[in-house]
């Protein structure tokens, strides 16, 4: 029983001396961020409070006081905002198109294993920072100036913003790839079109395809964004029904992007499923 109960003793004493997870400065830094961050939630919450006129108290009252004007819903609206939803949907598989088509040269000038002339490869990755620095909806204000409200400088914004991101993430896609099927196809005598069409496309193929799905969700929901500052589609009517304080009509009108955009991305999701 005595040698039990030390065996027991012994057990307990080893388990006690298990080293900890984390060393006691990633701890203490841990720590110290946690409370920074908490203090800054603190002073900003009391800023805040500070600047609006009745406080935090005041400003629930407001937000439920205008959210009930948004119901019930006026979906009487729908025929009248298809078309605009229509236009919507194709700003954004036109942009999306044009956008996985312009890509490839840049995405391939932008990836270091395929470019190795030095210059060339950093002007690209110059140029894609330089596109991905601006917001889509300065963009829209900036052609929309230039062109007048429509569906026209919506679609061009929505090919900028898109090059941005697809050109970075299929480049970076290209430079994970093996690189033995193209060194193999180069020593065999292949020219680079040879090598990047039978060695480097068949790898990065699905991952192609699975990003330009992804930047089409994305614009789904940008072009409606596009709207607001004139850029056509459903966003431009949405807006307008605000600026009139047609609250149910923009409620329905906000209920159907809502759907849309849950619908498209899951069949995008399905489809990005199949190919991965």
């Known amino acids: 029983m005595t040698k039990g109960k030390s065996v027991l003793s012994q057990a307990s004493s080893e388990t006690n001396k298990i080293p900890s997870l984390y060393p006691a400065k990633t701890k203490l830094q841990v720590t ?86 030095k210059p060339l490869y950093y002007f690209s990755r110059t140029f894609l920072n330089l ?57 065999s005598g292949g020219n680079t079109l040879q090598v990047i069409w039978y060695a480097l496309v068949p790898q990065v193929l699905p991952q192609y395809t699975s990003l330009v799905l992804y930047v089409f969700e994305i614009n789904i929901r940008a072009s409606v964004v596009l709207g607001l500052v004139g850029a056509g589609g459903i966003g431009l009517i949405l807006n307008q029904q605000l600026g009139f304080y047609n609250y149910p009509n923009a409620m329905a009108i906000i209920i159907i992007i809502f759907v849309v955009v849950i619908l498209i991305e899951y069949i995008s999701n399905k489809i990005r499923e199949a190919l991965v």
């Open 32 to 117: 110290v961020i946690f409370f920074t961050v908490l203090i800054i939630y603190i002073f900003s919450m009391y800023w805040t409070q500070r600047e609006m006129v009745g406080g935090v108290g005041g400003a629930l009252g407001n937000m439920y006081t205008v959210i009930k004007k948004f119901f019930p819903p006026n979906f009487a609206i729908l025929p009248n905002i298809l078309d605009p939803l229509l236009q919507t949907i194709q700003m954004a598989i036109i942009a999306t198109t044009i956008a996985a088509i312009i890509t490839i040269p840049l995405a391939l000038l932008s990836a270091r294993n395929v470019t190795t002339f």
């Open 131 to 187: 596109l991905r620095t601006i917001p889509d909806l300065v963009l829209a204000v900036i052609f929309v100036g230039l062109f007048g409200i429509g569906v026209f400088p919506g679609i061009l914004a929505l090919i900028i913003f898109s090059l941005g991101i697809l050109a970075k993430l299929i480049s970076e896609t290209i430079e994970a790839v093996d690189m033995n099927p193209m060194e193999a196809m180069r020593a």
